[in-house]
């Protein structure tokens, strides 16, 4: 069975950062790519970063959080990160990893597998 269970949000200060982590089983971090959305109330979902092992790591981040977000991945845990830095109240929202054949978009039709979500909350 393929699981995904996020963990790491919570409320955090604008400027402030955390780490959101999705744990994966019943499929290796070769064979799907991962990506991150994020919800806010009201809003459509959102492709954050996506990140694939096919052809040497692909990645991609929407413009509003490059240079403060990096994905990253750890094999030996099976776990993709979301590194948020410098985090803005625009960042709040449900952040959720979800998990599709390669390669990474930032579409989520195109996701088949999802986690339960964390939240993320930025004050002000």
């Known amino acids: 069975e393929i699981r995904l269970v996020e963990s790491g949000g919570g409320l955090v200060q604008a400027g402030g950062s955390l780490r959101l982590s999705c744990a994966a089983s019943?499929?290796?971090?070769?064979?799907?790519?991962i990506a991150w959305f994020r919800q806010a109330p009201g809003k459509a979902r959102e492709g954050v970063s996506g990140w694939s092992s096919d052809d040497g790591s692909t990645y991609y981040y929407i413009d509003s959080v490059k240079g403060r977000f990096t994905i990253s991945s750890d094999y030996a845990k099976n776990t993709v990160y979301l590194h948020m830095n410098s985090l803005k109240p625009e960042d709040t929202g449900v952040y959720y990893c979800a998990a599709a054949i390669p390669p990474p978009t930032d579409s989520p039709d195109e996701y088949d597998y999802w986690g339960q979500g964390t939240q993320v909350t930025v004050s002000s």
């Open positions: 019943g499929f290796t971090l070769d064979e799907y790519s």
